[in-house]
């Protein structure tokens, strides 16, 4: 009876061990999950200070402040393009002149739309090049020494323009190429194949070619050949034609000695004779005999012994501008059992490639200007041919140009293979502004980072349960135990936060600002502390990547030109401003910051060490002299994040872009946004309507780690105010 009551006595006690284990387990739970969600905590919290203020005006607040809400007190702007270049694009076909009256309605103002031109609708799917070829021979077989007539049609039956045509065609060894000739285009002869260089074929048009061959001495056997002309198109498109033809062989006549018949009966009489005296005994038995035996032809393996011809290229550079070279590098070869016959390798380039060098291996070399062939006869099995070609683009170029470079191997008499590159011809190009993919947050956290503060929390938790237990046991040491694990679970939870890197994020966007340059016209004119109607501005450096240059390259202060004018103020009017746009606010993406100006070369803007500034581009108009005036942005930057565009796809029609002059503030209506390619200039050409045009890269491509388009917001001026100094904007 005693025992039961001792384990009844132990059973309280057990109970409360047990349920200090289960509280400890759980603990460390908790605490082992605390560094991971503050992870989360922080990503979260990066998207909401991006997106809102600290200790200033909320988003909404901003918006509101700068929403015009009486359009009546805009002021018209007299625009002064004289010295700009109007486009070709959807403008109003009247402008105001500085005699015009300068009083429209504040209706008209506000709400009067854009007159634009409505484009031509497209015709999808018919406008297109329809290439054809034909081929006829006559006659439809010939011996050596004769020939044969080749009439070949080339033309278009489409609706479009098929461009850079080429018409190639080879024969066999045994047929030699006597005469071609073409009603359009250059001819280029060999002595077993001719190229026929046309052009471009419009619509409708044929081209007619007549090539006589005629059949050498080389011919061994009659031969059933399968003639193939190719028509190569488009710079990477090609269709064929065929017609078969026959080159006989006759084998010259041979003389047969007849005997007399005196010496034929003489000879028959002695044969006869000689047979029966010298007629041996039959050999019978086993004995062996030498006798011989048919030999036994070697197998025949079919399929296998066939040529299996190659030919692959390689350019380098992809893309270049003109006066620029690429260098393609194409490698024919056999890699059958047989030998392929009369291989020929043929490329052709548009016009605004100039062929400059081409060198093989083996063969002989036509070079044309913007095409060239290489003969290169029989290739034996496993035989490789390198072929190198260095090409220029030249002044004909007027756009950026993507090009499928389309190479040719014909082998074998009808037979041919290709391959292809693609390389791009850049004319002009907007600048590329970004660094990072859109993402870049998803890539920060590294949990490796937090193996410390777990290891930490761990511990402190493993020494919290011990001492429970110790506590629970009434053992010695227990609350030194639980102090010792406390302190453990302090230090690996603020290792994880520290790890996370919230505290330093949460440091950088209270204690960072962007403001403008400490020194200059900006800090002159305007303070640089927050007031209430200045914008909160978060750089993009506050959420700062590992990824930093070392050391970073910063934005040169390129000198800016002096536009050229040719109007003269009238009698009381004001003279045009032409100082240079200083600062930008977009207050619905909370934009507040420096721009800079950055010169043209030609090809593109000088923007290497744009950072969190915006580049006012040059070459294009100033804010004071109406037409266009482009701005490009970062929409990420290395080792800060984001740029200062990063959410101009955010911007919706009618609200508010501010830009500053040194002189005056210029206020623009968002009208409306579209993605376009990066060789897309007309963005930046001169407009009879004062806008500015926003740039910034969009569409991410993972693979080339850039961004393939640009993201382009238009606005429209609608009020122009002066600056005085020590007011605040």
Request: net charge negative.
């Amino acid at each position: 009876m005693e025992t039961p009551q001792a384990d009844l006595g132990k059973s309280p006690k057990t109970r409360s061990r047990l349920l200090s284990y289960i509280l400890g387990i759980l603990m460390l739970v908790g605490l082992l999950l605390i560094p991971i969600s503050v992870s989360y905590a922080q990503e979260a919290g990066k998207l909401g200070l991006v997106q809102g203020s600290s200790g200033g005006i909320g988003d909404s607040s901003l918006k509101q402040s700068y929403l015009l809400t009486d359009p009546a007190t805009a002021t018209p702007t007299i625009t002064k393009t004289a010295t700009l270049t109007p486009t070709s694009s959807s403008i109003p076909t009247k402008t105001p002149t500085p005699t015009e009256s300068a009083t429209p309605s504040p209706a008209v103002m506000a709400t009067q739309p854009r007159d634009t031109k409505t484009p031509s609708p497209t015709i999808t799917g018919t406008i297109t090049p329809f290439p054809s070829i034909k081929v006829v021979v006559i006659p439809a077989q010939a011996k050596v020494n004769e020939s044969f007539t080749f009439t070949i049609e080339a033309g278009n039956k489409g609706y479009a323009i098929s461009q850079n045509n080429f018409v190639f065609d080879s024969f066999p060894t045994f047929i030699d190429v006597q005469t071609v000739t073409t009603s359009r285009g250059t001819i280029t002869k060999e002595t077993h194949s001719f190229l026929v260089t046309i052009g471009d074929i419009v619509p409708n048009e044929k081209i007619t070619i007549i090539a006589v061959v005629k059949v050498n001495s080389t011919l061994t056997r009659t031969e059933i050949i399968s003639n193939i002309v190719t028509l190569l198109y488009d710079f990477s498109k090609s269709i064929t034609a065929s017609v078969n033809y026959t080159a006989v062989y006759e084998p010259p006549p041979t003389e047969t000695p007849t005997p007399s018949p005196t010496s034929t009966a003489t000879e028959t009489g002695t044969a006869t004779k000689t047979a029966t005296s010298t007629a041996s005994p039959t050999v019978t038995g086993t004995q062996p005999t030498n006798t011989s035996t048919p030999s036994t032809p070697s197998p025949t393996i079919t399929g296998t012994i066939t040529p299996v011809p190659s030919i692959k290229v390689v350019v380098t550079p992809t893309s270049a501008k003109v006066n620029e070279s690429f260098t393609f590098t194409i490698e024919a070869g056999n890699k059958g059992y047989t030998s392929t016959q009369n291989n020929i390798v043929f490329d052709s380039f548009p016009t605004y490639i100039d062929v400059s060098t081409v060198t093989t291996s083996r063969g002989t070399i036509t070079k044309l200007t913007h095409s060239f062939v290489v003969t290169i006869g029989d290739m034996v099995p496993n035989e490789k041919v390198t072929i190198i070609a260095t090409v220029k683009v030249n002044s004909s170029l007027t756009k950026n140009e993507v090009t499928s470079n389309l190479v040719t191997l014909a082998y074998d008499y009808s037979k041919s293979i290709t391959a292809s590159v693609n390389y791009t011809a850049v004319y002009q190009a907007l600048p590329h502004t970004g660094e990072l993919p859109l993402n870049w947050r998803d890539t920060r956290l590294k949990p490796v980072a937090l193996i410390p503060g777990i290891m930490l929390l761990g511990l402190g938790v493993g020494l919290l349960v011990i001492g429970i237990w110790l506590k629970v046991s009434n053992k010695r040491d227990s609350y030194a135990m639980i102090a010792i694990g406390s302190l453990f679970v302090i230090i690996g939870f603020v290792a994880g936060i520290y790890a996370s890197g919230v505290l330093l994020t949460n440091q950088q966007a209270n204690g960072r600002i962007t403001a403008p340059t400490s020194s200059g016209i900006l800090a002159q004119i305007y303070p640089v502390e927050i007031t209430e109607t200045g914008l909160p501005r978060l750089p993009a450096s506050a959420f700062s990547t590992p990824e930093a240059i070392v050391p970073v390259v910063t934005l040169p202060d390129y000198p800016i030109p002096t536009p050229e004018i040719t109007i003269t103020p009238q009698p009381g009017e004001a003279e045009s401003d032409i100082s240079p746009v200083v600062r930008i606010v977009i207050p619905g993406i909370s934009l507040d910051t420096e721009v800079k100006y950055v010169p043209y070369d030609g090809y593109t803007w000088l923007i290497n060490g744009l950072r969190q500034e915006v580049a006012w581009m040059g070459n294009t108009s100033w804010p004071g002299l109406g037409g266009n005036t482009a701005l490009a942005g970062h929409v990420t930057v290395t080792g800060l994040g984001d740029g200062p565009f990063r959410h101009l796809d955010e911007l919706l029609a009618g609200e508010v872009v501010i830009l500053y002059t040194e002189k005056n503030m210029y206020t623009y209506n968002v009208r409306e946004r579209r993605v376009t390619d990066d060789g897309d200039m007309s963005v930046t050409l001169a407009s009879d309507y004062p806008q500015i045009t926003l740039i910034t890269c969009t569409d991410w491509d993972q693979e080339s780690q850039t961004y393939l388009k640009r993201l382009v917001v238009f606005a429209d001026l609608i009020r122009t105010e002066p600056i005085t100094r020590g007011s605040v904007p």
